[in-house]
């Protein structure tokens, strides 16, 4: 696997301006409205804190998957009345991270650390690099969103000069940069579940056989996508159940960035237009990952199959770091401390997982959960993010390990406890085999490379 290591240096500049400004539409309305808009950002900053852990839990390994911040459209959608070149943040250009998603990635790091860091709780207030493995996908929206949330972690006044950042005059103030590991677009599996895979392609074919496809794009969607087609002027190629997410995620960006404009421009999107083209995405949302009560279609289970593609390299991922690192952490019968072989170096002192991707990724860790439905049945917002945390019971000689989920909603929410929702749970900490059960019956049979590559006649 090529992977490759990225540097902050980029970041230089935005790391500042992410503490001081949020560039939002309401900055046109006068420096008053920006100082309450800073003010209300900072109030609510509430975090769940790791006091909440149970005496005799010992939290050894976090995984943190986070969608990135506030961008530009990824493409034009029909009727579009904004061009790619007026999308100018970000290096410009269609999917760039723009400075309000800047600064949101830089508020979760914040939050990261309030609940991890602080006060040396969990990790080092300072960037220790064998506590922390950064992995992005290859994205540029969501490499400067790791940049960001890692800016909010450690690029603060505990950092010292000449240990964490260079002596010299230009060097922004107590930026600290941190390594990222990405793998090339296309070939990763863990953080994208859109990876090139043909089998998935054949998947979602069939999905389009089954009743629950034929029901979710029957009479009412067609009424919804017919009227889409008559206000734009469009034909029925272009705007169908299959692509009509691209509609709703670009009238809500461009609702983000001309806020005075989008009435005039789309007088057809209607508050009641937006809500039933909001659910014909949510009806999708549930059929691409595979949650489908007519799930045997060719002799194939697509409930069973289209997580494996979709998430199964990725919780598999988090279970083998978690696993490496609680085997580098047990005791023996006199609590001394040697699961560790000179080769798992890397989890010796691994407390710190994080993944910087999208809201397919989200949407996939909660499919494989067994709790998408519940926790966020629709588009996951920007920084939406799954927290799952390993735990060893010191009351039982350290024999037994838990894990818990958390869920951060957006920027404006703080982490709640989902862990029951999770299939096999019923408490907030759950035996760790859950998750490894879960890992196991959705690993790639043969790894995701050969897997994509077996075809399913159609």
């Keep these: 696997m090529h992977l490759s290591s990225i540097l902050l240096l980029l970041f230089l500049v935005a790391a500042e301006a992410a503490v001081i400004r949020h560039p939002t539409h309401i900055e046109k309305k ?19 804190p790791t006091d909440d852990i149970p005496d005799g839990l010992d939290m050894v390994h976090v995984n ?20 790619e070149a007026s999308w100018t943040f970000g290096g410009g250009g269609w999917g760039e991270l723009s400075p309000i998603g800047m600064a949101q990635q830089f508020r979760l790091g914040k ?56 002596d010299i005059p230009d060097w922004p103030t107590n930026f600290v940069p941190v390594p990222i590991h990405t793998e090339l677009s296309g070939k990763d599996h863990i953080g994208d579940p859109s990876a090139k895979c043909p089998r998935q392609d054949d998947l979602l074919r069939l999905v389009m056989r089954t009743n629950d496809y034929k029901e979710a794009s029957g009479p009412e969607a067609q009424e919804v996508l017919e009227y889409l087609r008559n206000a734009t002027g469009a034909p029925a190629s272009k705007i169908t159940f299959d ?48 949650i489908i009560v007519d799930k045997i279609q060719n002799g194939v289970d697509l409930s069973q199959e289209i997580p494996t593609i979709r998430g199964g390299p990725l919780v598999n991922d988090i279970m083998a770091k978690a696993r490496g690192v609680i085997q580098c952490r047990r005791r023996d019968s006199n609590g001394q401390v040697n699961g560790c072989k000179d080769s798992d170096k890397f989890y010796r002192n691994l407390k710190y997982h994080a993944i ?41 000689g350290g024999t037994e390990q838990v894990f818990r989920v958390l869920y951060h909603e957006d920027e404006n929410a703080d ?8 299939e096999g749970c019923d408490d907030d900490f759950c035996p760790i085999q859950v998750l490894q059960n879960i890992a196991n019956k959705l690993k790639p049979p043969g790894g995701i490379e050969q897997l994509c590559l077996q075809r399913i006649p159609l």
Excluded: C
Excluded at 31 to 38: D, F, G, P, Q
Excluded at 261 to 279: A, C, F, L, Q
């Design 30 to 48: 006068g420096k008053s409205s920006e100082s309450e808009e800073s003010k209300e950002s900072e109030e609510s900053e509430e975090v769940l």
């Design 64 to 83: 943190v998957i986070w969608r990135h911040g506030d961008r530009s459209p990824t493409s034009a959608m029909v009727g579009d009345q904004v061009t």
């Design 111 to 166: 939050k990261l650390f309030d609940r991890y860091a602080l006060n040396n709780t969990y990790l080092s207030e300072t960037y220790r690099s064998n506590e922390i493995y950064v992995y992005s996908t290859d994205f540029n929206r969501t490499l400067v969103s790791a940049m960001a949330s890692l800016a909010g972690m450690y690029s603060r006044s505990t950092a010292k000069v000449d240990r964490d950042y260079p």
């Design 243 to 290: 692509n009509v997410y691209k509609i709703a995620d670009n009238m809500m960006i461009e609702g983000i960035w001309f806020p005075e404009n989008v009435s005039t421009w789309y007088p057809y999107y209607t508050e009641e237009i937006r809500e039933k083209v909001e659910d014909l995405v949510t009806k999708g949302l549930a059929l691409q990952n595979g």
């Design 356 to 396: 910087s991707a999208h809201d397919s990724t989200i949407d996939a860790y909660l499919t494989v959960l067994g709790a998408k439905l519940n926790v966020s049945p629709g588009n996951p917002k920007y920084t939406a993010s799954l927290l799952t945390e390993f735990f060893i019971d010191t009351r039982n």
């Design 415 to 422: 982490f709640r406890v989902i862990t029951p929702e999770v």
